[in-house]
């Protein structure tokens, strides 16, 4: 399970397409948070952790690869500053590989 490491890289579309997956879902769950049942409840919030851990790992593979720290990936949580990251990750080119 490769993807789900701190170490790598990951590209621009493969990043995009997994946070974007990921928040739609989340979106998708708490539109939906009212109708489910406790047990749905509990499964909606391992789900909600999972892509907690994917995005945090996703963005900074993806950073890494942009040729910046992935210290800086736990500012993709914060709200505004995290959308932005978000994009601005998403269409940056990947650096050359060094060595």
Known sequence: MGFLSWRGRTKRLPFFLIVTACQASCLALGELADTLTDAQVDLALLWVLACFWIEGVTTARRARDAGWTPW????????????????????????????
């Open 72 to 99: 800086i990936a736990p500012l993709v949580y914060v709200p505004v500053v995290g959308f932005a990251l978000l994009v601005v990750l998403s269409l940056k080119r990947s650096s050359p590989i060094p060595g």
